[in-house]
């Protein structure tokens, strides 16, 4: 909560669409694009509690590549997305100690690392990316976002605006300029 108060609520932050060519600092990008198959789990959370919990019997800590974060009541909610690197995840081949009155104790379970940053935040039905990179890197935003310019360009062919279209279609490999066409 203190995150989302203090790099978002408290902050100065303009709200422009994903797809857009916005190249300011203090921006947060509302998904106006195809949500790729990865980030379905959000609504999923979103429409139901009836999930099945993580069972340490069956389940790995080391297949865990998110977290989603649900907060909110039954009216509002907000759903947070946080990718967890291998780094964060602490396995039984590892030693670690923790403070225990007056000595260390060994932890012997596996266990995360968790920041407070988070990369999506789900609210009132609409995605909004908080870290681009991250987008950029997991989802395939930019195939996602060449797919956009090549139907922009389709559209632009057909109603004859320019001479050689092809110019157009070199351009769109340049994510800047993909961006621009969408």
């Known amino acids: 909560?203190?995150?989302?108060?203090?790099?978002?609520?408290?902050?100065d932050l303009s709200v422009v669409n994903l797809s857009s060519s916005d190249d300011r600092k203090n921006v947060l990008y509302e998904y106006d694009i195809n949500i790729p198959n990865e980030l379905?789990?959000?609504?999923?959370?979103?429409?139901?509690?009836?999930?099945?919990?993580?069972?340490?019997?069956?389940?790995?800590i080391k297949n865990v590549?998110?977290?989603l974060i649900e907060i909110g009541d039954n009216e509002n909610q907000v759903i947070l997305y946080k990718t967890m690197a291998r780094i964060n995840i602490y396995g039984r081949k590892n030693f670690f100690l923790k403070k225990s009155d007056v000595r260390f104790k060994k932890i012997n379970d596996e266990f995360f690392r968790i920041s407070p940053n988070f990369q999506l935040i789900q609210v009132n039905g609409s995605l909004i990316v908080i870290d681009l990179k991250t987008i950029e890197k997991f989802f395939?935003?930019?195939?996602a976002i060449k797919k956009e310019a090549k139907i922009g360009i389709q559209a632009i062919e057909?109603?004859?605006?320019?001479?050689?279209?092809?110019?157009?279609?070199?351009?769109v490999e340049d994510i800047t300029f993909a961006r621009k066409l969408t």
């Open 40 to 60: 379905s789990s959000l609504n999923d959370v979103n429409q139901s509690d009836r999930h099945l919990p993580f069972n340490f019997l069956d389940d790995n």
């Open 158 to 171: 057909g109603m004859l605006l320019i001479e050689n279209p092809e110019t157009l279609h070199e351009l």
């Open 65 to 67: 590549t998110a977290l």
């Open 140 to 143: 395939g935003f930019e195939e």
């Open 1 to 11: 909560m203190d995150t989302i108060d203090n790099d978002i609520v408290k902050n």
